[in-house]
């Protein structure tokens, strides 16, 4: 089985900064892409960032220019430095995985899943 493990979530003012990560352990992907996603309450899981096994990388409209995903190989690694946090931001994000070299947006074409960081930024 593959676990991962979230951390990096809290309680930030509009304007700050967050880090997350997520790190994996058990059977090892030779080619895999690793995401985030988030789900605000009432609202659909949406995927926000995706990094690829080439290190392409996806985001969502919203977050663009704000939020960067990174990954570390060596520790197996999926990071999301999030910028500029505004209050539509605040949600779970969870850290998906699946193998393959191509970052669909729907949560079903993931594998593999964190038990979620809860992200919450105040107005």
């Known amino acids: 089985q593959v676990q991962l493990v979230e951390s990096g979530g809290g309680l930030v003012q509009a304007g700050g900064s967050l880090r997350l990560s997520c790190a994996a352990s058990g059977r090892a992907f030779s080619s895999y892409t690793m995401a985030w996603f988030r789900q605000a309450p009432g609202k659909e899981r949406e995927l926000v960032s995706a990094?690829?096994?080439?290190?392409?990388?996806y985001y969502v409209d919203s977050v663009k220019g704000r939020f960067t995903i990174s990954r570390d190989n060596a520790k197996n690694t999926v990071y999301l430095q999030m910028n500029s946090l505004k209050p539509e931001d605040t949600a779970v994000y969870y850290c998906?995985?699946?193998?393959?070299?191509?970052?669909?947006?729907?949560?079903?074409?993931?594998?593999?899943w964190g038990q979620g960081t809860q992200v919450t930024v105040s107005s």
């Open positions: 990094i690829s096994w080439s290190t392409n990388t």
């Open positions: 998906a995985v699946r193998s393959g070299s191509y970052y669909p947006t729907a949560p079903g074409e993931y594998d593999y």
